[in-house]
């Protein structure tokens, strides 16, 4: 299956625009012929495996696995399995490089989940209309298939990681919560708690720590007349000196200034 936009500009100008997608399965020995392309294209492997080329690197693709081709690559893939299925998508514009910079994307092979067909099957529908409101709707839908393919695959590390997530929505509240503390409740030494955090929350745990208490804060701010003292006992702030300075420092404001926008 293959899917494409016959034209070369959308209509709603958006700076990342999706031009294509597909489902290929293909027997041992097919090859893609070799292009230079000028998009950015997202694999993603359902069974088998294949090989990609780009210059003079390149790398294999095995199942729950996937891989970009950035804008200039040229695209050279070769079937390896007796079958090789999997889903592809294609997207170009000039936001193209702020995608790839912000979303840290990278050319080689990667875990991931298993693959979503039933969006790719929902792009492929969004595609086909040819409307604005087909335009806008698929590039929701590839913007949620690309963060898919970049978050971690279900295992012992996304475990740790929710037990992690849910203690601090159990205990922000305590003072004495802290790194150290969460490291011994899960049972991991502290520098490996602050690996995994970092690695699938693209912070270290006490970051996150303080960005969950401040968000609570800001909820109060705004839907209570609770005093800010009140506040940042509630959000587990040692006091309420040190709250202001945390607050202002994430949020650019002071609480009050928060509180009366």
Partial sequence: MELYRPYSTGTIHAPVQ????G???VAKGWHDTPLVKPILELYWCVSGCGEFGSGESGWMLNPDEVCFYFPGDRHAIVACSATFDYW????DGPGVKFLIDSFRLERRAR??????????????REIRDLGRDGEYR???????ILTLAMLPPAGEESGVIQRFKQLVEERYDNPELS???LSSALGIHRSTLTRLVSRHCGMPP??????FRLQIAMRMLHESAVSVKEIAEATGFRDQNYFGKVFLKYVGKTPTQMRGR
């Avoid at 999706?18 to 997608?21: K, L, Y």
């Avoid at 006490?206 to 960005?211: F, I, R």
């Fill in 23 to 25: 489902h290929y399965t």
């Fill in 88 to 91: 592809w998508l294609t997207v």
């Fill in 138 to 144: 698929a590039g929701a839908t590839a913007y949620e």
């Fill in 18 to 21: 999706v031009r294509s997608t």
């Fill in 206 to 211: 006490q970051e996150y720590l303080t960005g």
């Fill in 111 to 124: 875990p991931a989940n298993p693959c979503p067909e039933e969006l790719f099957l929902k792009l492929a």
């Fill in 179 to 181: 790194v150290q503390s």
